[in-house]
């Protein structure tokens, strides 16, 4: 960027030194590496000639801003990229089986002693067609899959993302892929599951009511997979001696979150926070002047965990944008804390065609480049 189209400015006067771009995925429509990639182009191809007046008074002759772009995941779908891109971590691919017992192609991370799994991988609701859908038959047998590879390459520790999963199974899947080695597993491995679900395993609140009818359930296999949770629980209390199925977060999953939790005695913690601790987002933050991050979709639920408010907490210094596809609940996300709250798709537009990837990244470029024409 010359310094003639340099309008990366505070509307105070002083320049903009340092950028963070963190934003999450726009979910079946950008990952969260080209949502940060359009930011950040339309950053550069800011145009003075663009500027109001009072804009333009503003430009000073201070250098370009370092700009950053960090992948982000809340333990969903994109979770292994951007751990993998936090940590330098090794990508491994192996042959497994999604929800339906289809072979493909799966891949998770390695980082020194502790793999990265992402449950969607193989237990992944966009690996099955829509008219496929159904968490009666769906199986988190290549989750298990994926666990027994990584141990058998001698990795003892594990972070599982639990999120975009097309199962409610409880875990018994992976269970079952694991064979006997779940006991040794049990013994020899320690697990981190990053999950924002807080719902227990059963009840109205419970894996399957909630989230079973996303995953093609009908009213009537709803009931029938929650009480097919609770007997399983039932049963598992028995032989442990204690019961896990209303922790918060057993519910993730499917009721995979459960099956970490009463079998492998997991560690549950947001999927948001526990990326900005590995990637050092504090220190990284220090002296930035303007953090831009975003999602899909902003509305009243951001603020209850999703990463945008995690940033948003940690920033208590930088002005924070919220740059998403849509924005309900506007004034909202502006009390909470955010300095700008931009929405990058037009009133106008349908939503279909605001979802195709180079139609979004286009609206990104354009929003971005006129908040600095306002």
Not at 20 to 27: E, R
Not at 343 to 349: A, E, G, L, N, V
Not at 359 to 367: L, P, T
Request: with cysteine; net charge negative.
């Amino acid at each position: 960027m010359d310094r003639k189209n340099d309008g990366l400015r505070l509307m105070d006067g002083a320049g903009y030194k340092k950028i963070i771009i963190a934003c999450d995925s726009y979910k079946d429509c950008l990952s969260s590496r080209e949502v940060n990639e359009a930011v950040a182009s339309g950053l550069k191809e800011w145009n003075a000639d663009d500027a109001s007046p009072e804009m333009k008074n503003l430009i000073s002759d201070t250098a370009s801003p370092e700009i950053i772009t960090l992948e982000m995941s809340d333990g969903g779908e994109g979770m292994l990229d951007a751990f993998l891109s936090a940590m330098k971590g090794e990508r491994v691919k192996i042959h497994a089986h999604d929800a339906l017992m289809r072979w493909i192609e799966a891949e998770y991370g390695i980082v020194d002693d502790t793999a990265i799994i992402e449950i969607a991988q193989t237990a992944g609701l966009a690996l099955i067609e829509p008219e496929q859908r159904n968490p009666m038959k769906a199986t988190s047998w290549g989750v298990g899959e994926m666990i027994m590879n990584a141990y058998r390459r001698g990795v003892r520790h594990f972070i599982v993302g639990l999120g975009g999963s097309a199962t409610s199974d409880c875990g018994i899947g992976m269970l079952k892929a694991m064979g006997d080695d779940w006991k040794k597993i049990r013994q020899e491995c320690s697990f981190v599951l990053a999950s924002d679900v807080t719902n227990p395993l059963c009840g109205e609140n419970g894996a399957a009511h909630v989230f079973a009818p996303q995953k093609g359930a009908d009213a009537k296999m709803v009931q029938m997979l929650d009480d097919r949770a609770r007997k399983f629980a039932e049963v598992s209390a028995k032989h442990f001696g204690y019961d896990r199925s209303e922790v918060p977060g057993a519910g993730a999953a499917g009721g995979l979150g459960y099956a970490f939790l009463q079998y492998f005695n997991a560690e549950a913690r947001p999927g948001a926070e526990l990326l900005l601790d590995e990637i050092g987002f504090d220190d990284l933050i220090q002296d930035a002047d303007l953090v831009i991050t975003g999602e899909g979709h902003s509305d009243k639920q951001t603020l209850m965990g999703k990463l945008p408010q995690r940033i948003l907490e940690h920033g208590a210094n930088q002005k924070i944008w919220l740059v998403s596809g849509g924005v309900s609940d506007r004034q909202v996300m502006l009390d909470a804390g955010f300095d700008r709250v931009i929405q990058i798709t037009p009133d106008s537009m349908p939503l279909e065609e605001a979802m195709k990837p180079d139609v979004a990244r286009n609206n990104i470029i354009k929003a971005i480049r006129r908040q600095f024409a306002l």
